[in-house]
């Protein structure tokens, strides 16, 4: 599959950017890129001011991968038990003017340094990709979370764990086939 | 009461902002409600150095500051907009300002929801370990078909919403002033000193009584601060119509928290020049609230030398430069105060003491006058 994977942190040191370049590298088979959100400007109704209504550059390109690949995986961190603002602001973005996600198999993973490891931004997220504006088709279950993610990874940014990486790959090829059905029934 | 309300989006056009338009005319005699932009901020980034959160710095004293927050959300894609996400994730981190604060939402959509999905995702985000806000439970403000809602001077045209506004803005002043917080802070009590006022303090010169010593300092036509030698805000005057308006809630804070962080390192520096006893007195000249605003730090030492704190001390010196214009002081002796004698000197600085370090004196009087309009402005 092509998949676009996208990093909810805006942040230099980022465990969702661990994951997400942990699961490139680990599933050979799909060809997965990654897309980093942090110099996409916060949503504004009137952006950019004064001149004519149209969306960043930055989310067009988005907007157009995402277009063009088979499914989409996002990397969610957890701030205040919800969805950081960076990638909120994104989400914004893609129901605004454009909605590239309309119809889009969606699979959400995150990373948190707590043991819950994002599982009340994950639900949040869920919500926010189910109301009409975006309108994600989000892959049921399968609920990845990483927790204590600062002693997940080894040197090379493997995950140590074998149970861990047992779970995803099962969620995984769940995902392949949901995304397959997706587009089969469109 | 003080509260403050914040406008939970970016938008320049904003239903929500008008309502908390409404909502501080139609609530103006139970409180009073200043509205917050979360446009102003920068996006949350946890590696925005702290040079550039000046703006955060200012958001956040403001709602310490305040008995109550009102959040007036709007609902993008059933949550609430990345910019008052952006807006909480700030005040949650490394910092406790919504801790036990009393929050009430209110939010206005466009369509019929009223923002009822964001208005939860945003009671689950209000007490989430980081914030852990007291939030009003109940009284739901849902307001939907925004368009329809408003005339054209931001009046609501709906009495029901007008009672469902009024219940739950009562049961919130109530909620408020159940707080904790509301009730330690206490500036009831505050105005009135614990000991007896009337109880003579007995200095060298003469005595004083408590109550006459607090209304002196309330009377004298300059507001005073004092920083304790541990660098807590430990009082000021309360005089009325002061140039910086400071808050009871501040008091025994670090002072590094009253300042924006840009401006600390200078402030910093005066302290620091202070307890090592290499100058005495920094002063400013600052165009504030629309005067002439001479703010003075003088540090405060005993008998031998010992820095017990800095006093700050600011006044609006409009009228007596209006005195000077009119020649009130023409042909009196230069650099000698005739009238009380107090000055001997006839150097022209009377200010500057003689010491061993002359050069960094005057180098740390001109880093606080880098201390910039800007930023002094605004601090109120
Ligand atoms: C403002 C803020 C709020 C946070 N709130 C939560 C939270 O509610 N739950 C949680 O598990 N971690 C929370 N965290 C910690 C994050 O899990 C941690 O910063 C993690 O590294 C974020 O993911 P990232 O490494 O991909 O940026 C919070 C962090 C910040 C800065
Ligand atoms: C990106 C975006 C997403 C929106 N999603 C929702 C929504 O999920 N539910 C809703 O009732 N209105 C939604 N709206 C419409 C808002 O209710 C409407 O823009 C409203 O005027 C926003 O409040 P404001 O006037 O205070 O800015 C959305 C608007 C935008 C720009």
Redesign the pocket.
Known sequence: MKIEAIVGSNKKLSYNRKLLQFISKHFTDDEIHINEIKDIPMFN?NYPAGEDDHDPELITELAKRIEDADAVIIGCPEYNHSVPSALKSVI?WL??RIHPLGGKPVMIVGASIHPQGSSRSQTHLREILD?P?VNAEVFPGNEFFLGTAKKAFDENGDLINQGTVGFLEQCFDGFRIYADEIHKFK | MKLVAIVG?N?DF????ILLQYMKWHFRMAADIEILEVKQLPPFNEDLPDSEQTEVWRFNTKINNADGVIIAT?????SIPAALKSGLEWLSFNRDTMKEKPVMIVG????T?G?SRAQQQLRQMLLSPDLNSDVLPGNEVLIGN?AKVFDKNGFVTDINIVHNLETSFTAFNKFVKSNMRYLERGDDNMTEPHISSDAKIQFRTGSLSIKEIQQIFNTLPFEIDFIDANDEFSYFSDKPNREHVRHTAEIGEPVQQCHPPKVWPIVKSIFDSFKLGTQDHVERCLPLNGHKVWINYFAVRDENGKYLGTMEFTGNVGHLVTLVKEGKFDGFPEGADATTGASKHDDAEPEQPAGPAMNAQADATTGASEHSDEDEDKTE
């Open positions: 109704e914004e129901s605004y109301s504006g | 989006t938008a904003s239903y929500n902002r709007p609902e993008y894609d059933h206005v959509s466009y369509g929801q923002t925004a």
